[in-house]
């Protein structure tokens, strides 16, 4: 195909505004699926995504399209994932393509997450097309929004296409805006060395690994020897195709143009989003620029409930492994929780995503000890340490000093709740950056500390604005705070799966908050148990569980045998939900609510 008739584009919205009923009305009116397989939401592949209703992994699918011009075109779609932990992947899927379709809910209008996606899209120097979508709605306000997206993003909206990706309305104009308003390919040579882009890769049980695969410059053919530019590995290409979005072979693709490739791949991690593909012969003189290989930023613990599920556990571990990239694990032993996983995630969702699968597909009941953010500890000898795990901090007495990840945030919050917001950001060690308003809503920018986002900060928000905020933040580096370990004593023993890094001023509140939980949290048993926080040697906060007086059994008034050996079995049974520490048993799920904050 020339480079003039093919376009390729992405599609930028937030969660629910309509991208994938969009994509789905672009697919079915070109007639690329026969309308009897069209199912519900083809480009959401994996169940989680379509049950939480979010896009992780990119998609793509080629469209062709007559277009009123009399030519038809080849329209290349990229399905991004929508969700700030993925933003590597976002910002490596836009320079794949040249332009941007801006779907926006016409009842809701701009949300954080759109921001961010939308910049990525402008950074990649896209041409994007606003589209107002949901306009079957009574409550569409598109001259609303129109100037909400000329206020809050900057660019024009005057001229966007107004649709209902629901109803079909407008779908053609759509189409006709892509071939008419977004460019086609810049220059690319069939004959040059082969210059390709590795957008996105997967796992899949019959093919093995497929790449997907935007070609700069260059031909790339079925039977071709590769070579990846940054980690130097060589394939022989088995397979060559498009996606339509079945998997169709081709011969050859050509610059401009985008497909998948099979090369006898063992696993993902050997493909990096972000490479630069070229032929083992005939090299590209420079990989494409940026490459960047997206590295996990938060790390929790993963323990089975049930020690026996350890083996199920690790064999689950190794295939999400081996289909995410940015997925990490590590074996770890706790005297607390027993054999499991150190694992490493791009952020929250990630994190969420990756241990509701364990749970759900794998069927494996999981602890998770409390998320932690990668802190640079600076020794005094010299020597800088990356601690993901508090457990394994060293020696304060050792430490000159602690920097922690910052992140800056963005929150679009409706102005009602404006003055909560503020303050769970100031509570959290927010420095504000930036206040502004479009509309009837609030733009906050604030800079605060990733540790404080970690555990609950969407939870809290979610709260506090019953759901109307919208948040998306950025990593902008590290600073040095005063920062501690926290470790909390049971019985006198310390329980390192409740041990955390804390700011030095707000160590004593969350150490009070800790032991006060806990103990509601633990029964009581026959002896007094003390629960303590600790920094150091220093305790910064006690609480006593007093001893249970009396047998349990006692209340079963004598003589009734079949009830006593029903609640001795009661207790067996919860038992299996216990973990022992020294002569206390602690139940699994105080680990979780002693974690949260409120
Ligand atoms: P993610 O894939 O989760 O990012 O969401 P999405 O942006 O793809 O949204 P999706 O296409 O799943 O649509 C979200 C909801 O809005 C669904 O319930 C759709 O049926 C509904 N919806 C999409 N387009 C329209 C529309 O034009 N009008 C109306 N009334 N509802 C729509």
């Not at 020339?2 to 584009?9: A, D, M, Q, Y």
């Not at 980690?231 to 498009?242: C, H, K, P, S």
């Not at 050859?252 to 006898?264: K, M, N, Q, V, W």
């Not at 926290?486 to 955390?500: G, K, Q």
């Amino acid at each position: 195909t020339p480079l003039s008739r093919i376009r390729n584009f992405s599609i930028v919205a937030h969660i629910d505004h309509g991208k994938s009923t969009l994509a789905d009305r672009l697919i079915q009116l070109t007639g690329t699926v026969a309308e009897r397989d069209m199912k519900a939401q083809l480009l959401d592949s994996m169940d989680i995504e379509r049950e939480r209703g979010i896009t992780i992994k990119a998609n793509t699918v080629r469209i062709e399209y007559p277009a009123k011009d009399g030519e038809t075109y080849v329209l290349n779609l990229i399905d991004t994932p929508g969700h700030v932990d993925f933003a590597y992947e976002v910002s490596r899927s836009m320079r794949a393509v040249e332009g941007s379709l801006l779907v926006v809910d016409a009842t809701q209008g701009v949300e954080a997450q759109t921001l961010a996606n939308v910049y990525t899209a402008i950074e990649a120097d896209h041409e994007i097309v606003p589209v107002l979508n949901k306009i079957d709605l009574p409550a569409a306000e598109p001259e609303r929004v129109k100037e909400q997206i000329e206020d809050v993003i900057g660019i024009e909206a005057d001229n966007a296409v107004e649709i209902s990706a629901k109803t079909g309305l407008g779908i053609p104009d759509v189409l006709e805006a892509i071939v008419t308003r977004l460019p086609a390919p810049a220059s690319g040579d069939p004959d040059a060395p082969l210059q390709a882009m590795l957008v996105d890769s997967y796992y899949d049980s019959y093919l093995g690994v497929v790449v997907l695969v935007r070609i700069m410059q260059g031909t790339l053919k079925k039977g071709d020897n590769i070579r990846m530019m940054q980690t130097g590995a060589r394939y022989g290409v088995d397979r060559l195709g498009v996606f339509r979005p079945a998997m169709q072979n081709v011969d050859e693709l050509g610059p401009g143009e985008i497909g998948f490739l099979t090369a006898s791949i063992k696993q993902v991690r050997d493909t990096k989003v972000g490479d630069t593909i070229t032929h083992e012969r005939r090299q590209c003189e420079k990989p494409l620029p940026g490459f960047k290989p997206s590295v996990p930023v938060v790390f929790c613990g993963l323990f089975p409930v049930d020690a026996n599920d350890f083996e199920d556990m690790r064999d689950a571990i190794e295939k999400l492994a081996l289909n995410d990239a940015s997925f990490t694990a590590e074996m770890e032993t706790s005297a607390a929780l027993g054999f499991g996983f150190r694992c490493g995630f791009l952020g929250l969702l990630h994190l969420e995503v990756i241990r509701d699968r364990l749970e759900r597909e794998y069927d494996i009941d999981l602890i998770t000890t409390a998320p932690s953010v990668i802190y640079h500890i600076y020794m005094k000898d010299g020597e800088q340490i990356d601690l993901h795990n508090p457990a394994d901090m060293p020696d304060p007495s050792k430490i000159d000093h602690i920097e922690e990840p910052r992140i800056k945030a963005t929150i679009l919050v409706p102005d009602e709740y404006l003055g909560d917001v503020l303050k769970l950001c100031q509570d959290r060690r927010g420095i504000q950056l930036d206040l502004t308003y479009a509309g009837s809503r609030a733009m906050v920018v604030y800079d605060l500390p990733l540790n404080e986002v970690v555990f609950d900060f969407y939870d809290r928000l979610k709260s506090v604005t019953k759901g109307y905020a919208s948040f998306d933040y950025q990593m902008i580096g590290y600073r040095e705070d005063n920062l501690v370990k926290m470790s909390i004593l049971v019985n006198d023993e310390p329980v390192d799966a409740l041990s955390m890094m804390v700011h030095r001023d707000r160590a004593e509140m969350r150490g009070r908050a800790m032991c006060e939980k806990l103990k509601d949290l633990i029964p009581r048993h026959m002896f007094k148990i003390p629960i303590q926080a600790a920094i150091g040697g220093k305790v910064i906060a006690r609480e006593t569980l007093s001893a249970l007086r009396k047998d349990v059994t006692a209340k079963c008034y004598g003589g009734d045998a079949t009830r006593k050996k029903k609640l001795l079995e009661k207790q067996k049974a919860g038992k299996k939900k216990m973990r022992q520490f020294g002569k206390v048993e602690i139940p699994q799920e105080a680990f979780i609510s002693a974690l949260k904050m409120d």
